[in-house]
């Protein structure tokens, strides 16, 4: 109980700190969380989040970095995020992370995980329409960025506009 009413205690002060400092500005303040790479009812139980913790948020980073995330958890959480933001009246926005390379750690996923990195974009796809973004590291820890070839692949699961598709279309 104590642990719960700290952490609810921190994300709602922090919303209203936030707020009070944000009055009069055209974007307001936003607060996003990249979560425990767990579902919320483990962060919940065991982390000591709570609805109101998480009401205070503007969204929810969906971790699924490959040298933390239980591949087995990426689907569960994902969808426990998304049910929860029904829960809390839909004003939540969910954010997928995609994972190519790791600025803190060696691995890069689409060379040395690829059954993992597959993983994630078939479940991106076929979550997509339910998130509101996607969340990728740049460059690893060799200071390189995501290749071509790979980025390329991801970028074509993202949804597109029609005006986008159509423009895509008719390039030579």
Known sequence: PARRAS???????????????ARGTAAGARIY????????????????????AYAALSGIVVSNFAVLAREENIAESARSKIALRARLGGE???IYSLDFVDPWYWYRVYLDSPHFWHRQRALYSELSAMLDGVMFFA???FGHFVMPDPLG????????RAADAHADASRP
């Open 92 to 94: 939540l926005e969910i």
């Open 7 to 21: 952490v609810t205690r921190f994300f709602t002060r922090l919303r209203e700190l936030l707020d009070a400092g």
């Open 33 to 52: 969380w990249q979560d425990s790479f767990w579902p919320v009812e483990v962060e919940q139980d065991v982390w000591g989040m709570t609805d109101d």
């Open 139 to 141: 460059n690893d820890t």
């Open 153 to 160: 692949t991801t970028l074509a699961l993202l949804p597109r």
